[in-house]
C-alpha cells in the first residue's frame, strides 16, 4: 500500500501533539520542592526512578531553565524523607550548572551535554538516570514547506530506455575507422537492496540533508557540499568542513547514484552501501565532527523530528539505522531522467533532437572514444572502479592500486571540478586528457592501453571532436533534476 503524502507542517504539528504521549514534558518553570510524599510502608531500600527526563534543547548565549526533577517525577522515594540532588555534566557543563534540582545557566558553545541527575535518601542511598541537553546555535531556520512531495519509484515514471538496455552502440558510417568494442549491455538496475524509497521516508532524509544541526556547531549540513545546482556536487576543489577544514577529496555528485550496480560509495568504495556512506561524513572529524551518539541527541530534543520518525517508521524511536534508511532513501530518490539526451533517446532518433554536434559527440562517446565503455547504461554510471591514468606514479591509490569509481555523469556540465581530487575545471581538459593525456601508471586499466605494449591509448581526437563529445555531454544537463522543488531546502532561513 502506498504511503499517505504528508506535509511536513503536518507532521510537525503531530509531533507536538503527540509529545505527551511518548514523554513526559517538563516546562522549566516550576521549582522543585526536593521533596517526595513518603509511602505508608516502604518497599524499597534506594530512590527509585519514576519518570525519566527527554532530552532537552537549549540555545548558545540565552538562559536556560530546566526543572530535570520532573515536579518531584524523576525519582520516588520508599523510604520517605526528602531526597537530595546532584548532577554531573559530561563532557563539561558548558555553562549549566544544578540548583534546587534544576539544571540552569546559559550555553556556552554548541554543544551536546550528558546530565547525569542523582537522587540521595537521607540514608545516603542513591539511583541515577541521564539525559542529554543539546546547546544549538541562535538563530537556526525551521523547516517551513507545506506541499507534499512523491519521492516513489512509482511515481518517477521513468522513461522506458531508462529502465531498460541501452541503446545499442552506433554503426559507424562507411570508411570511418573501426570502433572500439562495444561497450557491455547492462540494463539499468538500483542498488536499493531492502530499503525501497518512500514518501514518508525520503521527506525525513530530505530534512535530515538540508539540516545543518546535523554539524557539531550548526553551521554545514550534506547539502553544503552536495548542492542541488550542481549535481548535487560542490563547487570547490575541496569541500570545507564544520571548522573550515578542507576534504582530502572533490565532493561527488549524487544525481543518479541509485543506479550503480556495486552498490558502494565514495571514490574509494570505502562504503559498502549507501546507508554506510550517509553515517560517515556525520562523524567525520572534518566534515560534520558530531558522534552519532551525540546526533541523536540533537535530533530528538529538536521539536520537528518526533514526527517525522513517526511518518516515516511507524514511531518516533531515532536510531542509527533509521537515520542511515532515511539519508539514503533521499539520495536515491535523486534520479535524473529528463535531459535533452533523454528526449533523444525517446525520440528513436536521436539526430532528430540533437544539434549535429551533439549527435556527433553521441556517436563519439559510445563509439571511437571508448566513454560509453565504462560510463554504462543510460542512466551514465561507472561500471566499477578504474585506474584512468591520472599520474604515472600512484600517490592517492583509491581503492587499491589508484583505482577509483566516479559519480554518474548526469549533470557533469554543471560540476566546476572534475576528477577525485578536482584537478580538471573544464569537461575539454578531462576529455583532452582520455584523448592524449593518459600516464603510463603500471596499474592503468587494461581498456585505456593501445598497442602490442600496452601503452596509453592515444585516441587522436581533433580540437572538433574534443569539442563535440563537451557537447553531448552537455546534453545531459537536466534542468528539471536540478531545479525539483521537491530536493530543495525545505528551511527557511
Known sequence: MRPSRLTLATLVLAAACGAAADTPTATGTSASSGTTPAPSTPTAAVPVVGVINAHQ????????????????????????????????????????????????????????VTVTLTATDTAGATSSQSFGIAAFAAG??????????????????????????????????????????????????????????????????????????????????????????????????????????LTGRHSMGLSNARYYQRGH?????RANALEDQVLQPIQNVLEMGVS???FKVKLAATAYYPGLFTAAFGSSAITDTRIALALAQFVRSMSSYQSKYDQAIASGNPASVLTNDEEAGRLL???????????????????????????????????????????SLRNVALRTRFMHDGRFTTL????????????????????????????????????????QVVSFLNTLTDPTHTNAPKFKSPFVP
Request: hydrophobic share 40%; proline share 11%.
Open 365 to 407: 562517446f559510445s563509439g571511437p572514444a571508448g566513454c560509453a565503455r565504462c560510463h554504462v547504461t543510460d542512466a551514465q554510471v561507472m561500471d566499477a572502479p578504474h585506474n584512468d591514468g591520472l599520474d604515472a606514479v600512484t600517490v592517492d591509490t583509491g581503492a587499491g592500486q589508484g583505482r577509483f569509481k566516479s559519480p
Open 57 to 112: 534543547a537549549a540555545t548558545v548565549g540565552i538562559p536556560f531553565d530546566y526543572d530535570a526533577t520532573l515536579g518531584g517525577a524523576a525519582f520516588t522515594n520508599p523510604r520517605g524523607g526528602a531526597l537530595r540532588y546532584s548532577a554531573t555534566f559530561a563532557p563539561n557543563a558548558n555553562g549549566l550548572t544544578l540548583a534546587n534540582g534544576h539544571v540552569t545557566g546559559t550555553p556556552l558553545t554548541t554543544q551536546v
Open 292 to 294: 552519532l551518539a551525540d
Open 428 to 467: 575539454a581538459q578531462v576529455v583532452g586528457h582520455y584523448n592524449t593525456g593518459l600516464q603510463p601508471n603500471v596499474d592503468l586499466d587494461p581498456r585505456l592501453r593501445q598497442g602490442p605494449l600496452g601503452q596509453p591509448q592515444r585516441l587522436g581526437l581533433s580540437p572538433v571532436q574534443v569539442q
Open 265 to 269: 560509495f565514495f571514490w574509494d568504495e
Open 140 to 245: 537556526l531556520p525551521l523547516p517551513a514547506f507545506t506541499t507534499a512531495f512523491s519521492y516513489t519509484d512509482a511515481s518517477l515514471g521513468l522513461p522506458a530506455h531508462f529502465t531498460v538496455l541501452p541503446l545499442a552502440p552506433p554503426v559507424p558510417p562507411p570508411g570511418a575507422p573501426a570502433p572500439l568494442p562495444p561497450p557491455p549491455t547492462i540494463a539499468v538496475t538500483d542498488n536499493t537492496g531492502g530499503n525501497a524509497v518512500t514518501d514518508a521516508g525520503a521527506t525525513l532524509g530530505r530534512v535530515l540533508f538540508h539540516d545543518v544541526r546535523l554539524s557539531a556547531n550548526d553551521r554545514v549540513a550534506c547539502a553544503s557540499c552536495h548542492i542541488q545546482g550542481f549535481g548535487f556536487g560542490d563547487t570547490a576543489q575541496f569541500s570545507h568542513g564544520f571548522q573550515g577544514g
